[in-house]
């Protein structure tokens, strides 16, 4: 017997193999139930979905003076939906305003819908006429989210509602998903148009130069910030095998090639070879294209220091849990996780020209061609590793007193002309995160 057998035959050996194994044993089953429960959600939203549809269940119940009906194209965890789930929320809770959803397809959120208001699903092969919906809303008003439910914005008028329409896509977008019929309606049904900035205006006047409606620009705010979230950074670090002095730069949403995951990747196989204490995550899963893309990449320099995950399903706290984040989309429109990252006080990267964005929310990010990718990795290695407290602050205190989500209501509900209660007049900001409680990795 050779000294290898000798050492697996003794006693504590063999413990530890039989320990080894019942870990994994146990990693296992654990890794089964949660496919289970995943499978189990998925049925049950699709269960939720089919209850929901105007086919399966009558619409909406009878409404007030105070009714308004929220417009949205789905319920996917999209910058899109969440502005909707958040205008829901805080139209119900903090204006009482009596709010009903309008989503043209289920998805994940679509219970968080539910739980605010009264939803309903309008599949595409819907039998019962459009108009009569609306008309059975109970609404006076509706409020459209994003320039793909422009082609409801007909049925919704002819049925005597008054129209809101909010757009955030920049001309890349109209053109990329074919949008201009939706903009051509909008443009000339609308009553009121709000432009996320006047970049977005000025791109949507080249598809449509027409607009019969008022006009607003307005930038969406958020909802204030949850000081839990940063409390569940350290948790969250640990999670990925991070040390103290490590630094994280994230990404997040669909890993598609125009969400820019490439690019992403590629940044971090570069800087990951320069820097031993830099990892990238990525959020949000990836596209088949993408995972085949992924496979045939030579990756040595990444092992352990690149994480994919699923869309997490509080993605803010792993904002605040990063050190910098890195939007690599090719084309976006107006991005809610740089809002939320900025109100953070978390530094950004972006490409040049990619997103809505105006000055001077744009003087508060890292800017690089997207084709360059010095100028890329530049900005990076600014954001990770040279960024101050100071500059955290400012991009806090730039983000209360431009971007929060009451301001933008107000403003939604004076163009309706619907009057707001004592209590949603004369509340404050006292729940937004201050500037001096954040803490910084590098700082």
């Known amino acids: 017997m050779n000294k290898h057998s000798a050492k697996l035959s003794t006693p504590n050996t063999r413990e530890g193999v039989w320990q080894i194994c019942r870990q994994w044993g146990q990693q296992m089953i654990r890794a089964s139930v949660r496919r289970w429960h995943r499978c189990q959600q998925r049925q049950a939203l699709r269960r939720l979905a089919r209850s929901t549809t105007v086919h399966d269940r009558p619409p909406f119940g009878p409404g007030t003076a105070r009714s308004v009906l ?15 789930l958040s205008l829901a929320r805080v139209l119900s809770r903090e204006f009482d305003i009596d709010v009903r959803i309008l989503l043209r397809q289920g998805g994940a959120l679509l219970p968080r819908f539910m739980d605010i208001a009264e939803t309903v699903v309008l599949k595409a092969d819907f039998e019962q006429d459009p108009q009569n919906l609306f008309h059975d809303s109970g609404c006076r008003h509706a409020i459209f989210n994003g320039c793909n439910t422009g082609d409801l914005l007909e049925a919704a008028q002819q049925a005597g509602l008054s129209c809101v329409a909010l757009l955030h896509e920049p001309s890349a977008i109209i053109q990329a998903d074919c949008l201009q019929p939706q903009a051509n309606e909008i443009a000339h049904l609308a009553r009121h148009l709000v432009f996320s900035s006047a970049t977005v205006r000025t791109e949507f006047e080249y598809h449509e130069p027409y607009i019969r409606g008022s006009v607003q620009v307005k930038a969406p705010g958020l909802e204030y910030a949850d000081s839990r979230m940063s409390n569940n950074s350290d948790t969250l670090r640990r999670q990925l095998g991070l040390r103290k002095e490590d630094r994280l730069v994230i990404g997040t ?20 070879a320069e820097h031993d204490n830099l990892h990238f995550c990525w959020i949000g899963g990836s596209s088949r294209e993408m995972k085949q893309w992924f496979r045939s990449l030579p990756r040595q320099t990444l092992k352990g220091r690149l994480h994919l995950l699923d869309r997490a399903p509080y993605t803010d706290s792993w904002l605040s849990a990063a050190d910098a984040l890195y939007l690599s989309s090719r084309i976006d429109a107006y991005p809610r996780d740089v809002l939320q ?16 964005f105006d000055e001077p929310l744009l003087s508060l990010l890292q800017q690089a061609d997207i084709d360059d990718n010095d100028a890329i990795d530049s900005a990076l290695r600014t954001a990770v590793f040279t960024d101050s407290p100071e500059q955290a602050r400012q991009r806090q205190a730039y983000m209360r007193e431009h971007h929060q989500l009451r301001d933008y209501v107000r403003s939604l509900l004076s163009l309706i002309e619907l009057p707001m209660t004592q209590a949603a007049l004369t509340s404050d900001d006292s729940l937004w995160q201050e500037p001096d409680t954040l803490t910084l990795a590098n700082g």
Not at 257 to 271: H, W
């Open 341 to 356: 990252a900025l109100s953070l006080g978390k530094p950004v990267v972006i490409h040049e020209g990619a997103t809505g």
């Open 70 to 84: 929220l417009v949205g194209q789905n319920a996917h965890a999209s910058d899109a939906s969440r502005l909707l």
């Open 253 to 272: 949403g669909r890993g598609t090639r125009r969400r820019g995951f490439d690019r992403f990747v590629m940044a971090a196989q570069r800087l990951c």
